[in-house]
């Protein structure tokens, strides 16, 4: 990724494409992906929890709809993500490597780092109980640290409500940016939804589109951020 030349990165829980009206439109989720005009986005709940967890997101229209393609982070046929969490990157971006991790705690939870461009994303869906939380910073870091050094980037939904606390294994390592309430979306109360960031990248976080009127295609508003290499 070249010092003058920002990739713009955003993070969206689809909530498996189920709207504030309870109506799972897949359609509406991805003219909202296409509004955001990323580079990178990361998606929470791309999947169905039932079963073989098909994707909530039809595949072949995903490109069509937003120039984006589904980094190949499933490990079967069916689904868009792994543990929910699924990449799409534009298609001139070269993938390199993909690693999957397992997460600790109550619920089945995982994480997914995407090498691309000279850039890690990696992207996280955090458990509900802050003790399964800390375990899971714990696991992402200790296996990020074992990767080749690389830029690195975390996006995702930290289901985290403090600002002040539930973090710090993380902080201590990266740089955490929360730019503001983004859940429930119909009246924002909590900052669940964050990027983090190593010392090699400036990151600037920019407003994600509003939604003028009407139901939202999630019960999340997605962020955005602009992600360049330290000059």
Excluded at 104 to 125: N, Y
Excluded at 189 to 195: N, S, T, Y
């Amino acid at each position: 990724m070249s010092a003058i030349t920002p990739l713009r990165l955003a993070s969206y829980n689809i909530r498996a494409s189920l709207g504030t009206d309870l109506r799972r439109d897949p359609l509406r989720v991805l003219e909202a992906i296409s509004a955001l005009q990323a580079d990178v986005v990361v998606l929470q709940e791309a999947d169905h929890r039932m079963g073989a967890r098909p994707a909530a997101l039809p595949r072949d229209m995903i490109e069509s709809h937003t120039g984006l393609r589904p980094v190949p982070v499933a490990e079967n046929a069916v689904s868009l993500g792994w543990h929910g969490i699924a990449v799409l990157a534009r298609p001139d971006l070269e993938v390199s490597d993909i690693h999957r991790y397992p997460l600790p705690g109550l619920e089945p939870r995982g994480a997914v780092a995407v090498d691309l461009a000279h850039l890690r994303v990696v992207g996280v869906h955090l458990g509900l109980l802050r003790h399964s939380r800390r375990m899971q910073l714990d696991r992402i870091r200790t296996a990020l640290a074992d990767l080749p050094q690389r830029p690195t980037v975390i996006l995702g939904d930290f289901n985290e409500w403090s600002r002040k606390v539930g973090l710090g294994r993380l902080a201590r390592h990266y740089t955490i940016l929360t730019p503001g309430r983004t859940y429930p979306s119909t009246l924002p109360l909590g900052a669940l939804d964050r990027v983090a960031h190593c010392d090699a990248l400036q990151v600037r976080m920019l407003p994600a589109p509003v939604k003028a009127k009407g139901s939202h295609p999630s019960d999340h508003l997605p962020i955005l951020a602009e992600v360049r290499a330290q000059p």
